[in-house]
Structure formats: structure tokens, C-alpha cells
């Protein structure tokens, strides 16, 4: 059983991330797995160049470029599910919102080493990091695929800036560079059927190793300005929709696009 909604509303409000131990059964993994598998096997043949040489993501799991309907309307289903649907209203009670699904792997390329970062780095300038960091985030619930050495994460500052030491890491300042250790980290191993509920704008970095391959729901409250960044592909279509026990993510999605483009 879930524990109490608040208990977990309370540890993301000081924490930044919570983890539950064995929230999905097998089945459920193994389901979402074979879909998961045949996207990445898609992807890694339409970008080979990219996948060799830098690649450690990619996004769009939803959209139609890869996936048939039946696949899709599955990922579409998990999401909305009441075990996700319960941990999304825990964190975000008012109009949750889906804005994409992204794959995380080990990269081909040994150089390319496990960095830490906010996700709002690549978005805006420091002042603004400073800003965005007080206000609205990004949710990320992470489904590990396989076993795999996880996440780094620095506790709490998903609404506290960096200290020095962060800061010369993350930035890469004075000598350091993103990769080096940094003395708050915490290691969080995850397993397949664990859920990691984490900032998206937290200090952060994913381990990589082992057979990496983990899925990630990015939600975000509908009160924020994140339109933008979401494609319409990775939608369910009305059909799809239709079938959807609890469409609540998407249709307010919808709704926001729709007020957007009014």
C-alpha cells in the first residue's frame, strides 16, 4: 500500500525526490519493457552517428515516430495508472500536467562521463536558474528497467541555490569539472520495480553502468510556463484518449496548448 500521501508530499517538499522500494510488479515491468526495448532499438538504427559518438538520452517515447498505436496507447496506459496517478496527485494535488517520457542509457562513448546538473541549466542563465528554482518544477518519475547504479543526488536543493562547491562542480569553475564528486552527494541504487520521484531542477546526476535503461514521466504543475516544450506527438490522439482510464495528465496538457494557442 502507498503510504500516506502527505508523508510523501512532506518528504519531496525537503528532500526534493522520494524513493518507493518494489512499487511495480514484475509483470508490469516486463510489460512496459518489451515496448521500452522495441522504441530504443528504433531510435539507436535512426541515429547511429549520434548514439555512438554522445548520445545518454533520448525523448519522445510517446510519439508515433517509432511506436504503433497499440505500444503507445500501453505507455499511455501505465502513465495514467492509478499507482503513478497516486504518487503525481501526492506531490502535484492541482492540475497535473504531462509534458514528455525520456529513455536514459549508458553511453557508447567512454569519455563521456556521469555530470552533474539542474535541469533548468540548459534553459536559462544563472539569475534566471536563481528564480526558477523558487518557483514551479518539473517532476520526473523514474522507471528503471533492469537493475542499475541509479542516481546522485544533493538533497534539498530543489529550493535552495548552490553552495560554493555545487557550484564549481556544476559549472565547471576553478578547476573542477562536472563529474568530480561532490562531498553532499547521495547514492540512490535503483532496481527494476523501484520508482524514483525526484526535481527536475535538483542537483543531480544519473550513474551510469550495469544495464542502464531507465524511463522517465516528466510532469509539471499546470500553473507553469512549460507549453513550449512539449510536442504534440508524444499526445494520445481523442481515440486513444477515449480508453484512458484516468486522462487527467494529458487532457489538462491539452487544455493548456489549446488556451495557448486561443
Given at each position: 500500500?502507498?503510504?500516506?500521501?502527505?508523508?510523501?508530499?512532506?518528504?519531496?517538499?525537503?528532500?526534493?525526490?522520494?524513493?518507493?522500494?518494489?512499487?511495480?510488479?514484475?509483470?508490469?515491468?516486463?510489460?512496459?519493457?518489451?515496448?521500452?526495448?522495441?522504441?530504443?532499438?528504433?531510435?539507436?538504427?535512426?541515429?547511429?552517428?549520434?548514439?555512438?559518438?554522445?548520445?545518454?538520452?533520448?525523448?519522445?517515447?510517446?510519439?508515433?515516430?517509432?511506436?504503433?498505436?497499440?505500444?503507445?496507447?500501453?505507455?499511455?496506459?501505465?502513465?495514467?495508472s492509478?499507482?503513478?496517478?497516486?504518487?503525481?496527485?501526492?506531490?502535484?494535488?492541482?492540475?497535473?500536467?504531462?509534458?514528455?517520457?525520456?529513455?536514459?542509457?549508458?553511453?557508447?562513448?567512454?569519455?563521456?562521463?556521469d555530470?552533474?546538473?539542474?535541469?533548468?541549466?540548459?534553459?536559462y542563465?544563472?539569475?534566471?536558474?536563481?528564480?526558477?528554482?523558487?518557483?514551479?518544477?518539473?517532476?520526473?518519475?523514474?522507471?528503471?528497467?533492469f537493475?542499475?547504479?541509479?542516481?546522485e543526488?544533493?538533497?534539498?536543493?530543489?529550493?535552495?541555490?548552490?553552495?560554493?562547491?555545487?557550484?564549481?562542480?556544476?559549472?565547471?569553475?576553478?578547476?573542477?569539472?562536472?563529474?568530480?564528486?561532490?562531498?553532499?552527494?547521495?547514492?540512490?541504487?535503483?532496481?527494476?520495480?523501484?520508482?524514483?520521484?525526484?526535481?527536475?531542477?535538483?542537483?543531480?546526476?544519473?550513474?551510469?553502468?550495469?544495464?542502464?535503461?531507465?524511463?522517465d514521466?516528466?510532469?509539471?504543475?499546470?500553473?507553469?510556463?512549460?507549453?513550449?516544450?512539449?510536442?504534440?506527438?508524444?499526445?494520445?490522439?481523442?481515440?486513444?484518449?477515449?480508453?484512458?482510464?484516468?486522462p487527467?495528465?494529458?487532457?489538462?496538457?491539452?487544455?493548456?496548448?489549446?488556451?495557448?494557442?486561443?
Amino acid at each position: 500500500m502507498l503510504e500516506n500521501s502527505q508523508q510523501l508530499s512532506n518528504r519531496y517538499n525537503e528532500h526534493g525526490y522520494f524513493v518507493l522500494r518494489n512499487y511495480f510488479d514484475e509483470a508490469q515491468i516486463a510489460s512496459l519493457r518489451k515496448v521500452i526495448l522495441k522504441f530504443h532499438e528504433l531510435w539507436k538504427d535512426d541515429n547511429r552517428r549520434f548514439y555512438r559518438e554522445e548520445a545518454f538520452n533520448s525523448s519522445l517515447i510517446t510519439g508515433s515516430e517509432y511506436l504503433p498505436d497499440e505500444d503507445r496507447t500501453q505507455l499511455f496506459d501505465f502513465i495514467s495508472s492509478k499507482k503513478v496517478m497516486d504518487v503525481v496527485d501526492a506531490v502535484i494535488p492541482q492540475n497535473p500536467a504531462f509534458m514528455n517520457t525520456q529513455l536514459f542509457f549508458n553511453p557508447v562513448n567512454p569519455e563521456q562521463k556521469d555530470f552533474w546538473h539542474r535541469d533548468c541549466q540548459y534553459d536559462y542563465d544563472i539569475e534566471d536558474q536563481m528564480r526558477v528554482i523558487q518557483e514551479t518544477q518539473v517532476l520526473h518519475l523514474r522507471v528503471p528497467l533492469f537493475d542499475e547504479l541509479g542516481m546522485e543526488i544533493i538533497p534539498g536543493t530543489h529550493k535552495r541555490w548552490d553552495n560554493e562547491e555545487e557550484y564549481n562542480v556544476r559549472q565547471e569553475e576553478n578547476g573542477k569539472v562536472s563529474n568530480d564528486p561532490i562531498s553532499g552527494g547521495i547514492n540512490i541504487p535503483l532496481a527494476a520495480g523501484d520508482l524514483l520521484v525526484f526535481s527536475a531542477d535538483m542537483i543531480h546526476r544519473g550513474l551510469y553502468g550495469l544495464d542502464r535503461l531507465a524511463w522517465d514521466i516528466l510532469i509539471f504543475d499546470s500553473a507553469a510556463d512549460y507549453i513550449d516544450y512539449i510536442d504534440d506527438d508524444c499526445l494520445p490522439s481523442l481515440s486513444m484518449l477515449n480508453k484512458i482510464a484516468d486522462p487527467r495528465l494529458f487532457i489538462n496538457t491539452m487544455q493548456l496548448k489549446s488556451t495557448a494557442c486561443a
